[in-house]
């Protein structure tokens, strides 16, 4: 249907809205048009005159708690209060009413976070208040289950063929063998849009590449960092070291420019951090080494200030333990103060990781894996992980087993760290009391065994070592 004033409202579908009139005068006094489609109804994108690229990262908001009968006619106005709209996107049912929640685009950045200080918590109708954050556009996509040996233009051709709007491929080598991949990859597509329908073809579970079922999800968006804070950064995020390579040797390398630039060196596997005392050194440090040869292992060097660039979860940890330090706030005396443990913070770490960062937080050696395996009743292959700390002399084995290998490693970490006294809630919850002989653990295996009576083979000869057994555990079982 056409406004007088040129705005125009079409439909992919016939929609009969209560509020007709109200949406043609709001395109009459502004002179945007509205188009609905795919379940959402467009405001503008662009507006009245505008020419030129669409406004950049972080102009956008998102609306939530919106009453389901509230629409544009009363909502645009309420948001032009922060600045010029770039475009509002209000999410519909096929009844008529809106969804809930919403998207604004603004002109500028500054619009979109005068927004969210005027308009977070506002009352939009009396007891109705809506939440207002920020958006992040996402256009990276999250791809595990990947064959090891697959090169970045291998996974680039395969994902170019499926979906569309790719336009880069990121793939961190092997800790120990750099001819092959980590078993993931980053897709990054040209659009939130375009990753969005990438993710919907590709989620149900069962695509295949080269024969194996991949796992999709939306990649940890990058963080957007204030001017001020990068600016107080000195200190690089190096990554694809070689096992072998020291701290010391990253010092020499990295203050070869200028001796006694570099202030620490912190090495965690095959990716390091590499402190400065002044900024401008760390700068100039970041130009010369990026894409240097160390080891035999050509490195990447970014600046550190950019969570969204890291891989792991010990990253992370590092750097908002370590780095962000810089950033510091006062302490109030009289505060409270309340425990609070890793997973609290990042639901989702795997025991894996939890126990490499718990080894490293107290100067241990890393754990070793050693795998043991067993015939089931079925003729199934059953595997069962024995964890070894070379620092304390420790050993641990869990009561089940698993048929999948990186369940067995995942659950074998979880026991490790219940004995260890890693209390913390949610996933690593204490083993139940046996019955009947049998232990049972609170892990999602894809499926998992008991494996007393089975006679345990193991994959790998141990020396002997004294074993840390938890206090509910048979010691029969080892």
Request: proline share 7%.
């Amino acid at each position: 249907m056409e406004g007088d004033g040129g705005g125009t409202l079409t439909e992919d579908r016939t929609l009969e809205s209560p509020n007709e009139a109200a949406l043609l005068v709001l395109m009459e006094k502004t002179g945007y048009s509205m188009v609905q489609e795919n379940g959402q109804r467009k405001f503008g994108g662009p507006p009245p005159g505008w020419e030129g690229p669409p406004p950049p990262r972080g102009c956008e908001v998102f609306v939530g708690k919106i009453p389901r009968d509230m629409y544009e006619d009363e909502l645009v106005p309420v948001f032009e209060r922060a600045g010029r709209i770039y475009e509002f996107r209000l999410m519909m049912e096929f009844s008529g009413e809106n969804r809930g929640y919403a998207f604004v685009m603004y002109t500028t950045r500054e619009a979109a976070q005068k927004a969210i200080h005027l308009l977070d918590n506002h009352e939009i109708r009396p007891g109705k208040f809506i939440g207002v954050c920020v958006s992040l556009d996402n256009c990276r996509l999250f791809i595990g289950s990947i064959p090891k040996d697959r090169r970045k233009e291998d996974i680039m051709e395969e994902m170019t063929k499926v979906t569309d709007g790719v336009v880069d491929v990121i793939v961190y080598p092997s800790a120990t063998d750099k001819s092959k991949n980590r078993g993931f990859a980053f897709v990054e597509y040209e659009s939130h849009k375009a990753a969005a329908m990438a993710r919907r073809k590709l989620i149900p579970g069962t695509f295949q590449l080269w024969g194996h079922t991949i796992q999709v999800d939306w990649a940890e968006p990058e963080k957007d960092v204030d001017e001020e804070t990068m600016l107080r950064v000195r200190v690089l995020y190096v990554r694809n070291l070689m096992i072998t390579t020291t701290e010391d040797t990253l010092r020499q390398e990295f203050s070869r420019f200028k001796p006694g630039a570099v202030e620490r060196v912190k090495k965690l596997t095959d990716y390091a951090f590499v402190h400065y005392h002044c900024r401008d050194d760390a700068v100039t440090a970041l130009r010369l080494m990026n894409g240097a040869l160390i080891d035999g292992a050509i490195i990447e060097v970014t600046l550190a200030f950019n969570l969204g660039c890291l891989a792991s979860v010990q990253e992370h940890v590092y750097i908002e333990g370590l780095i962000w330090a810089e950033c510091v706030y006062p302490f109030f005396a009289g505060a409270s103060l309340f425990p609070v443990s890793l997973l609290a913070l990042k639901p989702g770490i795997s025991a894996v990781t939890l126990l490499e960062y718990y080894c490293c937080k107290n100067s241990w050696a890393f754990p070793e894996y050693y795998l043991h395996s067993t015939p089931g009743h079925d003729g199934k292959l059953l595997l069962i992980f024995k964890v070894v700390i070379s620092t304390t002399r420790s050993c641990f084995m869990p009561d089940k087993l698993c048929t999948v290998l990186e369940d067995a490693k995942e659950l074998a970490a979880q026991n490790a760290l219940w004995s260890l006294g890693c209390n913390s809630p949610g996933s690593l919850s204490p083993p139940p009391p046996l019955s009947s002989g049998t232990g049972l653990l609170s892990y999602g295996c894809t499926r998992a065994f008991p494996y007393p009576p089975y006679p345990l083979s193991p994959s790998l000869h141990n020396t002997p070592q004294r074993l840390c057994i938890p206090p509910n555990q048979n010691t029969a079982f080892f």
